[in-house]
Antibody, heavy 118, light 108 residues
Framework: EVQLVESGGGLVQPGGSLRLSCVAS????????MTWVRQAPGKGLEWVAN????????YYVESVKGRFTISRDNAKKSVFLQMSSLRAEDTALYYCARDAGWFHYDYWGQGTLVTVSS | QSALTQPPSASGSPGQSVTISCTGT?????????VSWYQQHPGKAPKVIIY???KRPSGVPDRFSGSKSGNTASLTVSGLQAEDEADYYCTSFGATNVFGTGTKLTVL
């Protein structure tokens, strides 16, 4: 059974930092692009960042460049999102998803909630 | 940057058919046969229901079908059922914003 389990969300003050984790099982993680997608309360889906199978390529949405860093550990079947200089507009449910190719996201986690507020 | 535009809402009665559009540009939808559709029920993670314009993952009912013409992709739900009420999002390779604006489907 395929599983993606996110963790690390919580309440953080503006300007603070948080590290999200996503642990995968049930598929070959080391040959999969991985992606973070977020959804602000009551809003649509927003692609945040993705990372190539071996970690050699990483891409970010413009609004998080310089503040968020995506990384992975294939030995631990995990992908991470280090978030810093957090803003109120980063408040969202953060999902990790596998990209089966060409923006086809076939596996999703249940999400971890990040709330940025003073 | 290109965005994929969807109608904010769509509706239909049980048994009817509904089509949701996803309009992009010649750089994304029009350029590639890599359009996917996602269904999201309230409080749930998105689920892919169509990929590569017309393909259905295992387990997705054949009431869901996809097509494309020019720069516009479409998702058709035939024989609407109550459980089809959800939000639907498209993606297309080449689209900078990746996800479409989303459509709330209401079953009347």
């Amino acid at each position: 059974e395929v599983q993606l389990v996110e963790s690390g969300g919580g309440l953080v003050q503006p300007g603070g930092s948080l590290r999200l984790s996503c642990v995968a099982s049930g598929f070959t993680f080391s040959t999969s692009w991985m992606t973070w997608v977020r959804q602000a309360p009551g809003k649509g889906l927003e692609w945040v960042a993705n990372i190539k199978e071996d970690g050699s390529a990483k891409y970010y949405v413009e609004s998080v460049k310089g503040r968020f860093t995506i990384s992975r550990d294939n030995a631990k079947k995990s992908v991470f999102l280090q978030m810093s200089s957090l803003r109120a507009e980063d408040t969202a449910l953060y999902y990790c998803a596998r990209d089966a190719g060409w923006f086809h996201y076939d596996y999703w986690g249940q999400g971890t909630l990040v709330t940025v507020s003073s | 940057q290109s965005a994929l535009t969807q109608p904010p809402s769509a509706s239909g009665s049980p048994g009817q058919s509904v089509t949701i559009s996803c309009t992009g540009t010649s750089s994304d939808v029009g350029a590639y046969n890599y359009v996917s559709w996602y269904q999201q029920h309230p409080g749930k993670a998105p689920k892919v229901i169509i990929y590569e314009v017309t393909k259905r993952p295992s387990g997705v009912p054949d009431r869901f079908s996809g097509s494309k013409s020019g720069n516009t992709a479409s998702l058709t739900v035939s024989g609407l059922q109550a459980e089809d009420e959800a939000d639907y999002y498209c993606t297309s390779f080449g689209a900078t914003n990746v996800f479409g604006t989303g459509t709330k489907l209401t079953v009347l």
